[in-house]
Protein backbone atom coordinates (compact mmCIF):
# COMPACT_ATOMS: atom_id res chain seq x y z
CA UNK A 1 0.00 0.00 0.00
CA UNK A 2 2.84 2.34 0.43
CA UNK A 3 4.48 2.56 -2.46
CA UNK A 4 4.07 5.42 -5.72
CA UNK A 5 2.85 4.21 -8.96
CA UNK A 6 2.46 5.74 -12.39
CA UNK A 7 -0.33 6.86 -14.44
CA UNK A 8 -1.22 9.27 -17.23
CA UNK A 9 -3.48 12.48 -17.37
CA UNK A 10 -3.84 13.72 -21.26
CA UNK A 11 -0.63 11.59 -21.99
CA UNK A 12 1.39 13.22 -19.57
CA UNK A 13 3.50 10.81 -17.05
CA UNK A 14 1.87 11.25 -13.12
CA UNK A 15 3.17 9.99 -9.71
CA UNK A 16 0.09 8.47 -7.62
CA UNK A 17 1.46 8.21 -3.43
CA UNK A 18 -0.25 5.52 -1.54
CA UNK A 19 -1.57 4.83 1.55
CA UNK A 20 -4.34 3.33 3.19
CA UNK A 21 -6.12 6.19 3.88
CA UNK A 22 -5.51 8.56 0.81
CA UNK A 23 -4.09 8.42 -2.86
CA UNK A 24 -2.27 11.45 -4.25
CA UNK A 25 -1.24 12.01 -7.81
CA UNK A 26 1.64 14.47 -8.77
CA UNK A 27 1.90 15.93 -12.27
CA UNK A 28 5.77 16.66 -12.48
CA UNK A 29 5.77 17.48 -16.37
CA UNK A 30 2.69 20.19 -15.96
CA UNK A 31 3.77 22.28 -13.27
CA UNK A 32 4.50 19.36 -10.79
CA UNK A 33 0.84 20.39 -9.65
CA UNK A 34 -1.06 17.87 -6.97
CA UNK A 35 -3.56 17.35 -9.57
CA UNK A 36 -5.51 14.76 -7.00
CA UNK A 37 -6.14 13.57 -3.24
CA UNK A 38 -8.38 10.54 -3.39
CA UNK A 39 -9.90 9.96 0.41
CA UNK A 40 -9.30 6.30 0.81
CA UNK A 41 -11.81 6.16 3.81
CA UNK A 42 -14.37 8.60 3.23
CA UNK A 43 -14.62 7.79 -0.52
CA UNK A 44 -14.59 11.19 -1.78
CA UNK A 45 -12.58 13.91 -3.64
CA UNK A 46 -10.44 16.69 -1.85
CA UNK A 47 -9.52 18.46 -4.04
CA UNK A 48 -10.66 20.28 -7.18
CA UNK A 49 -8.80 18.34 -9.92
CA UNK A 50 -8.85 18.93 -13.71
CA UNK A 51 -10.65 16.61 -15.53
CA UNK A 52 -9.52 15.29 -19.48
CA UNK A 53 -11.52 17.82 -21.36
CA UNK A 54 -9.49 20.84 -18.75
CA UNK A 55 -6.44 20.28 -20.82
CA UNK A 56 -6.58 23.37 -22.77
CA UNK A 57 -7.47 25.81 -19.53
CA UNK A 58 -5.25 24.13 -17.02
CA UNK A 59 -2.20 24.78 -19.59
CA UNK A 60 -3.42 28.75 -19.60
CA UNK A 61 -4.68 28.55 -15.98
CA UNK A 62 -2.76 25.97 -14.27
CA UNK A 63 -3.72 28.06 -10.65
CA UNK A 64 -7.30 26.63 -11.05
CA UNK A 65 -6.85 23.07 -9.87
CA UNK A 66 -5.15 21.30 -7.56
CA UNK A 67 -2.46 22.74 -4.98
CA UNK A 68 -0.35 24.68 -7.57
CA UNK A 69 2.31 26.92 -6.75
CA UNK A 70 2.90 30.56 -7.27
CA UNK A 71 6.03 31.90 -7.64
CA UNK A 72 5.40 34.50 -6.75
CA UNK A 73 1.69 34.96 -5.47
CA UNK A 74 -0.79 37.64 -5.88
CA UNK A 75 -0.68 40.55 -7.79
CA UNK A 76 2.12 42.77 -8.94
CA UNK A 77 1.05 46.68 -10.21
CA UNK A 78 1.69 46.79 -13.71
CA UNK A 79 3.52 43.72 -13.51
CA UNK A 80 6.99 46.10 -13.05
CA UNK A 81 9.03 46.58 -9.21
CA UNK A 82 12.34 47.52 -8.79
CA UNK A 83 14.95 45.81 -6.13
CA UNK A 84 18.26 46.48 -5.45
CA UNK A 85 18.72 49.20 -8.24
CA UNK A 86 17.32 46.04 -10.95
CA UNK A 87 14.55 46.56 -12.66
CA UNK A 88 12.12 43.51 -13.69
CA UNK A 89 9.06 43.52 -16.01
CA UNK A 90 6.85 40.39 -15.27
CA UNK A 91 4.17 39.56 -17.87
CA UNK A 92 0.51 41.82 -17.85
CA UNK A 93 -1.94 39.10 -17.64
CA UNK A 94 -4.27 40.38 -15.92
CA UNK A 95 -7.06 43.07 -15.65
CA UNK A 96 -5.53 46.90 -15.24
CA UNK A 97 -2.56 45.48 -17.15
CA UNK A 98 -1.42 43.89 -14.02
CA UNK A 99 0.63 40.95 -13.82
CA UNK A 100 -1.06 37.88 -11.57
CA UNK A 101 0.63 34.61 -9.56
CA UNK A 102 4.03 34.17 -11.04
CA UNK A 103 6.15 32.48 -13.32
CA UNK A 104 5.59 29.55 -12.75
CA UNK A 105 2.85 27.53 -14.21
CA UNK A 106 3.28 24.01 -15.99
CA UNK A 107 7.21 24.22 -16.38
CA UNK A 108 8.14 20.05 -16.51
CA UNK A 109 9.82 19.31 -13.16
CA UNK A 110 12.51 16.01 -12.93
CA UNK A 111 11.78 13.69 -10.85
CA UNK A 112 15.54 12.77 -9.01
CA UNK A 113 14.70 10.43 -6.24
CA UNK A 114 11.34 7.93 -5.02
CA UNK A 115 11.30 6.45 -1.69
CA UNK A 116 9.51 3.58 -0.06
CA UNK A 117 9.16 1.99 3.52
CA UNK A 118 7.22 0.34 6.33
CA UNK A 119 5.76 4.12 7.17
CA UNK A 120 5.21 5.96 3.60
CA UNK A 121 6.08 6.82 0.45
CA UNK A 122 8.58 10.01 -1.17
CA UNK A 123 8.99 11.33 -4.24
CA UNK A 124 11.62 14.13 -4.86
CA UNK A 125 11.27 16.36 -8.21
CA UNK A 126 13.45 19.35 -8.97
CA UNK A 127 13.09 22.24 -11.43
CA UNK A 128 16.02 24.50 -12.66
CA UNK A 129 14.61 28.50 -13.99
CA UNK A 130 17.88 28.91 -16.07
CA UNK A 131 15.80 26.27 -18.12
CA UNK A 132 12.92 28.26 -19.15
CA UNK A 133 13.52 31.26 -21.37
CA UNK A 134 9.94 32.99 -20.47
CA UNK A 135 10.77 32.74 -16.72
CA UNK A 136 14.71 34.21 -17.54
CA UNK A 137 13.34 36.92 -19.67
CA UNK A 138 11.17 38.06 -16.90
CA UNK A 139 13.24 37.17 -13.59
CA UNK A 140 16.76 36.66 -14.97
CA UNK A 141 17.83 34.87 -11.88
CA UNK A 142 18.96 31.13 -12.01
CA UNK A 143 17.41 29.19 -8.93
CA UNK A 144 16.95 25.51 -8.08
CA UNK A 145 13.72 24.41 -6.85
CA UNK A 146 13.50 21.12 -4.87
CA UNK A 147 10.19 19.72 -3.73
CA UNK A 148 9.96 16.36 -1.53
CA UNK A 149 6.26 15.49 -0.93
CA UNK A 150 5.91 12.84 1.24
CA UNK A 151 2.94 11.05 2.02
CA UNK A 152 2.32 9.29 5.50
CA UNK A 153 -0.86 7.61 6.52
CA UNK A 154 -3.49 10.58 6.40
CA UNK A 155 -0.80 13.05 6.32
CA UNK A 156 0.90 14.58 3.34
CA UNK A 157 4.26 16.60 3.49
CA UNK A 158 5.63 19.15 0.99
CA UNK A 159 8.95 20.29 1.34
CA UNK A 160 10.57 22.96 -0.80
CA UNK A 161 14.34 23.42 -1.02
CA UNK A 162 14.88 26.65 -3.12
CA UNK A 163 18.74 27.63 -3.93
CA UNK A 164 19.95 30.82 -5.39
CA UNK A 165 22.36 29.91 -8.27
CA UNK A 166 22.47 33.69 -9.31
CA UNK A 167 25.19 36.91 -8.62
CA UNK A 168 22.72 39.37 -6.87
CA UNK A 169 20.45 39.49 -4.46
CA UNK A 170 16.70 38.78 -5.36
CA UNK A 171 12.99 39.31 -3.49
CA UNK A 172 11.22 36.15 -3.37
CA UNK A 173 8.04 35.04 -2.40
CA UNK A 174 5.65 31.58 -2.74
CA UNK A 175 2.17 30.76 -2.06
CA UNK A 176 -0.34 27.73 -3.12
CA UNK A 177 -3.87 28.28 -4.49
CA UNK A 178 -5.01 24.96 -3.02
CA UNK A 179 -8.46 23.94 -3.85
CA UNK A 180 -10.77 22.39 -1.16
CA UNK A 181 -13.68 20.50 -2.30
CA UNK A 182 -16.66 21.09 0.13
CA UNK A 183 -19.37 19.25 -2.57
CA UNK A 184 -22.00 21.70 -2.96
CA UNK A 185 -22.98 21.85 0.82
CA UNK A 186 -21.17 25.08 2.15
CA UNK A 187 -23.66 25.02 5.52
CA UNK A 188 -22.16 21.28 6.25
CA UNK A 189 -18.25 23.12 6.25
CA UNK A 190 -16.91 25.15 8.87
CA UNK A 191 -13.65 26.76 8.84
CA UNK A 192 -11.46 28.00 11.53
CA UNK A 193 -8.44 30.05 10.76
CA UNK A 194 -6.52 32.22 13.09
CA UNK A 195 -6.28 35.68 11.90
CA UNK A 196 -5.79 39.57 13.15
CA UNK A 197 -7.01 42.08 10.27
CA UNK A 198 -7.85 42.16 6.34
CA UNK A 199 -5.43 44.03 3.75
CA UNK A 200 -7.13 46.70 2.44
CA UNK A 201 -7.37 46.43 -1.45
CA UNK A 202 -7.34 49.28 -4.32
CA UNK A 203 -9.93 48.65 -7.21
CA UNK A 204 -7.39 46.74 -8.97
CA UNK A 205 -7.24 44.24 -5.97
CA UNK A 206 -3.58 44.87 -5.11
CA UNK A 207 -2.56 45.93 -1.60
CA UNK A 208 -2.64 49.35 -0.12
CA UNK A 209 -0.16 48.39 3.02
CA UNK A 210 -3.05 49.16 5.21
CA UNK A 211 -5.01 46.81 7.27
CA UNK A 212 -8.52 46.79 8.20
CA UNK A 213 -10.22 45.14 11.29
CA UNK A 214 -12.22 41.96 10.89
CA UNK A 215 -15.21 42.72 12.19
CA UNK A 216 -17.94 39.96 10.67
CA UNK A 217 -14.46 37.71 10.30
CA UNK A 218 -13.73 37.41 13.12
CA UNK A 219 -15.46 34.28 13.76
CA UNK A 220 -12.80 32.81 11.86
CA UNK A 221 -11.01 32.97 14.93
CA UNK A 222 -13.15 30.53 16.54
CA UNK A 223 -14.88 28.79 13.25
CA UNK A 224 -17.39 30.01 10.46
CA UNK A 225 -19.95 28.37 8.74
CA UNK A 226 -18.93 28.60 4.95
CA UNK A 227 -22.84 29.15 4.30
CA UNK A 228 -23.51 32.10 2.66
CA UNK A 229 -19.61 33.26 2.36
CA UNK A 230 -18.16 35.05 -0.85
CA UNK A 231 -14.46 35.48 -0.35
CA UNK A 232 -11.68 37.15 -2.40
CA UNK A 233 -9.99 38.05 0.81
CA UNK A 234 -6.58 38.44 1.96
CA UNK A 235 -5.70 38.09 5.33
CA UNK A 236 -2.81 38.73 8.34
CA UNK A 237 -1.57 36.10 10.00
CA UNK A 238 -0.71 37.75 13.89
CA UNK A 239 2.47 37.45 15.88
CA UNK A 240 2.24 34.33 17.65
CA UNK A 241 -0.85 32.93 16.16
CA UNK A 242 -0.23 29.13 14.51
CA UNK A 243 -0.48 28.70 10.69
CA UNK A 244 -3.12 26.33 10.57
CA UNK A 245 -6.35 26.31 8.74
CA UNK A 246 -9.16 23.49 9.80
CA UNK A 247 -11.71 22.64 7.00
CA UNK A 248 -13.93 20.44 9.13
CA UNK A 249 -17.51 18.81 8.53
CA UNK A 250 -20.16 18.80 10.72
CA UNK A 251 -19.67 14.81 11.24
CA UNK A 252 -16.40 15.22 12.22
CA UNK A 253 -14.56 14.87 9.07
CA UNK A 254 -11.80 17.52 7.67
CA UNK A 255 -7.99 18.81 7.39
CA UNK A 256 -5.46 20.69 9.03
CA UNK A 257 -3.64 22.21 6.62
CA UNK A 258 -0.43 24.14 8.21
CA UNK A 259 2.12 26.30 7.04
CA UNK A 260 5.73 26.86 7.84
CA UNK A 261 5.30 29.58 10.57
CA UNK A 262 9.29 30.98 9.47
CA UNK A 263 8.12 32.21 6.39
CA UNK A 264 4.12 32.46 5.81
CA UNK A 265 2.52 35.34 7.07
CA UNK A 266 -0.99 35.78 5.17
CA UNK A 267 -3.82 33.97 4.09
CA UNK A 268 -6.12 34.41 0.98
CA UNK A 269 -9.47 33.08 0.63
CA UNK A 270 -11.71 32.17 -2.49
CA UNK A 271 -14.59 30.52 -3.18
CA UNK A 272 -14.96 32.28 -6.60
CA UNK A 273 -18.72 33.52 -6.08
CA UNK A 274 -20.60 32.76 -3.20
CA UNK A 275 -19.15 29.66 -1.64
CA UNK A 276 -20.69 26.46 -3.09
CA UNK A 277 -18.55 23.39 -4.13
CA UNK A 278 -14.89 24.85 -3.08
CA UNK A 279 -12.72 26.91 -0.87
CA UNK A 280 -9.47 27.93 -1.53
CA UNK A 281 -7.31 28.02 0.96
CA UNK A 282 -3.73 30.15 0.22
CA UNK A 283 -1.03 30.26 2.33
CA UNK A 284 0.96 33.13 1.10
CA UNK A 285 4.70 34.40 2.29
CA UNK A 286 5.07 37.40 0.41
CA UNK A 287 2.22 40.34 0.64
CA UNK A 288 0.85 40.67 -2.69
CA UNK A 289 3.00 43.46 -4.76
CA UNK A 290 5.56 43.27 -2.38
CA UNK A 291 7.92 44.88 -3.81
CA UNK A 292 6.23 48.34 -4.65
CA UNK A 293 5.18 48.55 -1.11
CA UNK A 294 6.07 51.07 1.27
CA UNK A 295 5.58 48.89 4.31
CA UNK A 296 8.53 46.66 4.98
CA UNK A 297 9.40 42.95 4.98
CA UNK A 298 8.68 42.34 8.51
CA UNK A 299 5.18 43.44 7.18
CA UNK A 300 5.45 41.85 3.44
CA UNK A 301 6.87 38.80 4.07
CA UNK A 302 9.27 39.42 1.25
CA UNK A 303 12.57 37.32 1.35
CA UNK A 304 15.74 38.40 0.82
CA UNK A 305 17.58 35.66 -1.31
CA UNK A 306 21.15 36.23 -1.10
CA UNK A 307 23.75 34.26 -3.38
CA UNK A 308 24.37 31.16 -2.70
CA UNK A 309 21.62 31.48 -0.20
CA UNK A 310 19.29 27.76 0.54
CA UNK A 311 16.21 27.86 1.82
CA UNK A 312 13.57 25.60 3.16
CA UNK A 313 9.83 25.23 4.19
CA UNK A 314 7.27 23.30 4.80
CA UNK A 315 4.03 22.53 3.84
CA UNK A 316 1.43 19.80 5.46
CA UNK A 317 -1.76 18.61 5.14
CA UNK A 318 -3.25 15.93 7.59
CA UNK A 319 -6.83 14.10 7.02
CA UNK A 320 -9.06 14.30 10.48
CA UNK A 321 -11.62 11.69 10.22
CA UNK A 322 -14.49 10.74 12.91
CA UNK A 323 -14.56 9.96 16.10
CA UNK A 324 -16.04 6.06 15.69
Known sequence: MKQVTKGQWNGYDTYILHSRELEVTLSPWLGNNVISIWDNIQNRQVLRGPAEEDLAFYMQKPYHFGMPMLIPPGRIRGGQFEYDGISYQFDRNTAGDNHIHGLHRTQPWRVSDIEEDEDGCTITTEFLTA??????????????????????????????????????????????HTWFLIDGQPDQWNLQLPVNGIYELDNDLIPTGGQLPLGPLEELNKGMNLAGTDFDTLLSIGQGQPIEARLMRNDGYGLKYSADPAYYKHWVLYTKGPADQFLCIEPYTWLANAPNLEVGPEVTGLIRLEPGKVIDMDLQLEMIYPTP
Open 131 to 176: DDPHWMSQFPVSLKLEMTIRLQGAQLKQHLKVTHLGEHAIPFGIGF
